[in-house]
């Protein structure tokens, strides 16, 4: 391989989107060293264990549909260029109560972007998901273009991918801090002050401290995943396909195929609360937690209800209004950042990357993502 003479580029974090943005900027000549404050995929923050749901008719905003689009095409990309199966193409059946948010924004994404998402009938629902008991006034939605990611294997994928072309990689490497210096970025870590042409910031739950943002503080949010081992064969795999349901009451809860022994992974996204620092995380589920999920599992997969499992604690990373902080940092229009990822964030991953690519080398914030700035605010 040929040396790069691109600008060099320091990329903070690699979790996701860290990870991400390494890889495209290495494809396209940056030079880039990856700063990671623990191992290449540690388990203390967002992007570790085994799957993520990928949806594109967007509930939680419209606008995110033309990046999730993109997005579909690069995982796509991504399987073929590294040879491995990260996109797991099983449908999302999603379906809620008709006055609930998730049901109003589903719609309202699929009608502004005339996405093929077919409503489902109760006897569809009968007939082709058995496994799940729905009230008959539920609407379904069941989205064929959707399915599941592999999380820690696409984040070592696109640092195998980064350091392939060029990338040079810093495990076990705090970045103590950064400063705007002339014609560049001072990067200081406990072996001293480096400089950069550019600076990516992608901390995830860490991302206040390198970011100083008041106005968009990012608060670390811990959640937990369960798995319960089914008796049948029923949830494997090609049998049951993911899904989302919204209670009558705003709960969310979201669940996948069983891919191993240790059966079906489900899991509540509402709830929880902001805790002061990641370190503060805890290894345990929190009161109500596992209770909440045996009485969602009893409504709804009563097959699963009761069933022996493990669980996972894992960190969103919250911004005030649970949408994607993505921006050039207010000090240093050298330094670009994608934060406050909200717990939603993985599906977006080859995207992003390339967004954050064209920001820190073109200067300009690709179109489909302004929407994401800091100047909402302001
Ligand atoms: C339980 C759970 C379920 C989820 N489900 C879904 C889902 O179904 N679909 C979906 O799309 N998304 C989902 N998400 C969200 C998604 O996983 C996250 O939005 C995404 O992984 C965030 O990635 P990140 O790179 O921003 O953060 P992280 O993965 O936390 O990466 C940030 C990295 O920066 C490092 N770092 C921080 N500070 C420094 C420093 N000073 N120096 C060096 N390194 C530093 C950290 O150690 C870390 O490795 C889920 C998240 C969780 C926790």
């Known amino acids: 391989m040929k040396p790069s003479t691109g600008p060099s580029v320091a990329v903070i974090g690699a979790g996701m989107a ?29 992007s570790h264990g085994a799957t993520r749901l990928f949806r594109i008719a967007y509930f939680e905003h419209p606008d995110y549909v033309p990046i999730l689009q993109r997005a579909y095409a690069l ?6 260029e590294s040879g491995e199966t990260l996109f797991h193409e099983t449908g999302v059946l999603q379906a809620g109560a008709p006055g609930g948010g998730f049901m109003q924004g589903l719609a309202k994404a699929i009608a502004d972007h005339d996405l093929p998402v077919a409503q489902l009938s109760a006897s569809d629902i009968a007939h082709a998901h058995p496994q799940l008991t729905l009230p008959s006034h539920f609407i379904a939605y069941f989205e064929r273009e959707a399915g599941f990611v592999m999380a820690g294997k696409t984040v070592e994928t696109q640092i195998r ?19 705007p210096a002339a014609e560049g970025v001072s990067v200081e870590t406990a072996a001293g002050a480096e400089i950069f042409d550019r600076a990516v910031i992608t901390a995830g739950a860490w991302a206040n401290g390198l970011l100083n943002l008041p106005k968009a503080d990012v608060k670390p949010w811990p959640r937990t995943l369960f798995w319960r081992r089914p008796q049948t064969e029923g949830f494997a795999l090609g049998r049951f396909a993911c899904f989302a349901v919204e209670e009558e009451d705003g709960r969310f809860f979201y669940g996948f195929p069983a891919i191993d022994g240790d059966g079906v992974k489900v899991a509540e996204h509402s709830g929880g609360h902001a805790i ?51 921006d050039r940092h207010p000090l240093s229009d050298r330094v670009v950042f994608a934060a406050g990822l909200s717990g939603h964030g993985f599906k977006f991953s080859p995207a992003l990357g390339e967004a954050l690519a064209a920001m820190a080398l073109d200067g300009e914030t690709p179109q489909h993502f302004r929407f994401l700035s800091l100047a909402r605010f302001v």
């Open 18 to 46: 860290g990870s991400a943005a390494a890889m495209h900027l290495a494809r396209r000549g940056a030079r880039v060293t990856l700063f990671e404050q623990f191992g290449f995929g540690h388990d203390r923050g967002s």
């Open 75 to 80: 995982w796509k990309s991504l399987e073929a």
């Open 161 to 179: 991918l980064a350091r392939d072309a060029g990338a040079s990689l810093r495990p076990a490497t705090p970045v103590l801090g950064w400063t």
């Open 276 to 326: 002061a620092r990641p370190e503060d995380r805890g290894d345990a589920p929190e009161p109500g937690e596992s209770e909440a999920i045996d009485a969602f599992l009893a409504a709804r997969i009563p097959a699963l209800a009761g069933r022996p499992g493990k669980f996972q604690r894992c960190l969103y990373e919250v911004s005030p209004d649970h949408h994607f902080l993505i």
